[in-house]
């Protein structure tokens, strides 16, 4: 795949547990790939900012926050859930991280652990912060709630619905009971102009009637496909 929004470059700032908070079990997400997903995704839309974003697979927050901190000014709000308690506590903390108190309190956790341990690593991650505190222009309101998206959903009409589906020992889901399903959930959840981007395993196949799909790739062992309604 061509990356057209989102140039080659160092995202050391963003990995997980220098500044966003790491945790057992979070997944991670490639940075460039997801923002490029973004880029797709907004490309088609109308409006290009106050964006209204959702993950209905939220896991910690991880690539929420990292497309907060990417696309500040294009993001309105956004939305994130999970079926698991303690993800759903990662992802507050992570999606705090797109306020500046958040930011700041994170920022004097940092300089505490460097205080007491000296480490490069903690150096390091106290001027990731920096570069990120930058970066933010203006704070995201975030909403964070328990919710299997195989299932009834809230109607948050979200501009743009992004996810990186899980897979392997992570979901017992099957094509029936896990992917076409939440596909249906968010599809009744959605505005008519609402943009569906989902990554998931080569070997996930997505099989519904309802969403029409304009863009299909592979990478390496991701296959990134977009939707609209």
């Not at 057992?24 to 409006?47: Q, T």
């Not at 959702?54 to 927050?61: A, E, F, I, R």
Request: charged share 30%; aromatic share 10%.
């Amino acid at each position: 795949m061509e990356y057209l929004y989102c140039p080659n470059d160092n995202f050391e700032d963003y990995c997980s547990g220098r500044v966003i908070y790491s945790g057992k079990g979070i997944p991670n997400f490639p940075v460039r790939l997801l923002n490029e997903m973004y880029g797709r995704a907004k490309s088609y839309l109308d409006k290009k900012e106050n964006i209204i974003v959702y993950d209905p697979c939220c896991g910690g927050g991880y690539a929420l926050t990292v497309l907060g901190m990417f696309d500040n000014l294009s993001i309105g709000s956004i939305y994130a859930s999970d079926v698991d308690d303690r993800m759903l506590e990662s992802a507050k903390k992570n999606l705090g991280l797109l306020t500046y108190s958040g930011l700041m309190k994170r920022k004097q956790e940092i300089k505490h652990f460097y205080e007491m341990y000296g480490k490069q690593s903690h150096l390091e991650a106290l001027v990731s912060c920096g570069k990120i505190y930058d970066r933010i222009k203006k704070e995201i309101t975030a909403e964070v709630f328990k919710a299997d998206c195989t299932k009834a959903l809230p109607d948050i009409k979200p501009d743009i619905i992004i996810t990186d589906v899980p897979y392997g020992n992570l979901v017992d889901w099957t094509e029936e009971t896990g992917l076409s399903a939440m596909l249906e959930q968010l599809w009744k959840i959605s505005h008519p102009k609402t943009i569906l981007a989902v990554c998931m395993d080569k070997s996930q196949k997505t099989g519904s009637n309802r969403w029409t799909r304009i863009e299909k790739h592979n990478i390496g062992k991701r296959r990134l496909e977009i939707f609209k309604k």
